[in-house]
């Protein structure tokens, strides 16, 4: 993206393509495949596969789907939250068509793929909250746009900020602050949590075995455990063909059926880690296997679907100890 702007941008084309592009790309790729061999023991170019599975097979809609407008109404939008009105007006009044279309031609080219992610958007966040910076600069000197000698003669007579720049920062602190708080500190904490118990009662010699009936990667599982304990989580491995669902879906779809084939073909393990939905329908299932809860975990205020959010199922997080 980047490197088409600069091409546009470059007074000598093919110098640019021959003594910056070419060199540097070759030596960015030869570097990132001799590391996949060195760590898949085979040539693979990851970047190739990455292309085959999200945009020439669509297999990321394994995952989930969103509407093609999800960027642009939802996951752009809310990344950039309250800085949106001061976006869009140093878009206009910077005048910079060639970041802004940088800017739309991201957004439209990852709305054509059904499965979508804030993560795969977030490299043109920056651009984003430049133009933002760029209008807010202007509300503190107007002279920003102005030719460099009316700049300096403003510059001097402008030393306080404006009533209008004071109000711009009282509402952005006022936007933003709360909602890190709350995200960081409240809003789905339950998967550490639920690992920080863990810990605590494994460093105890309390644990023994571990298994997620969650969603796959729900917790931050080893990272954060630091016991080498056997554990276990449902497995989501996208299947090749069509309509088969993995091992998660299937919990998900029945939890007393899946749960009743898992007693007769697996051991008990010491802990189980499940969210509030399916331990509903599990309960008296776990009681008939001896299991008892030990505690539970706030995780987050609304419930939300797993077909609109597939990282966020409920809201408690409940471990269940063998008696």
């Excluded at 933002?132 to 107007?142: C, H, R, V």
């Excluded at 402008?158 to 209008?164: D, G, L, Q, V």
């Excluded at 998900?252 to 329908?281: G, R, W």
């Amino acid at each position: 993206m980047l490197v088409s702007l600069s091409f546009f941008n470059a007074r000598d084309k093919l110098k640019f393509v021959f003594l910056e592009v070419a060199p540097i790309g070759t030596l960015v790729l030869g570097l990132t495949c001799l590391l996949d061999r060195f760590m898949y023991g085979t040539w693979v170019l990851v970047p190739l596969n990455f292309l085959k599975f999200n945009f020439l097979s669509s297999g990321g809609d394994y995952y989930g789907t969103h509407k093609w407008h999800w960027y642009f109404t939802q996951g752009f939008t809310v990344m950039v939250f309250s800085h949106i009105p001061f976006c869009i007006a140093g878009i206009i009044y910077s005048k910079q068509w060639k970041f802004t279309g940088l800017l739309a031609w991201v957004l439209g080219f990852y709305s054509i793929l059904g499965h979508k992610e804030f993560r795969f958007v977030l490299p043109v966040l920056p651009i984003a909250l430049i133009f933002s910076g760029y209008s807010l600069a202007m509300i503190e000197d107007p002279s920003v746009s102005s030719p460099p000698h009316k700049e300096k003669e403003f510059s001097k007579k402008h030393n306080k900020y404006p009533p209008k720049m004071t109000a711009a920062i009282l509402f952005l602190l006022a936007t933003n602050i709360p909602m890190a708080l709350y995200m960081s500190l409240v809003h789905q904490r339950g998967p550490e949590d639920v690992m920080n118990h863990l810990a605590k009662e494994a460093f105890q010699g309390k644990v023994k075995s571990i298994l997620f009936l969650t969603p796959c990667h729900a917790t931050p599982y080893y990272s954060m455990l630091h016991r080498n304990l056997p554990m276990q989580f449902l497995d989501c491995t996208p299947s090749e063909e069509k309509g088969v669902l993995d091992e998660s879906d299937r919990f998900m779809t029945d939890p007393v059926s899946f749960m009743s084939k898992f007693a007769n073909n697996s051991s008990f393990p010491s802990h189980i880690v499940l969210f509030e939905s399916e331990e509903q329908k599990l309960r008296s299932s776990l009681i008939s296997f001896d299991y008892r809860e030990e505690k539970r975990f706030f995780n987050a205020h609304f419930k939300v679907d797993r077909d609109l959010q597939a990282s966020v199922v409920v809201y408690v997080r409940i471990i269940y100890s063998l008696i």
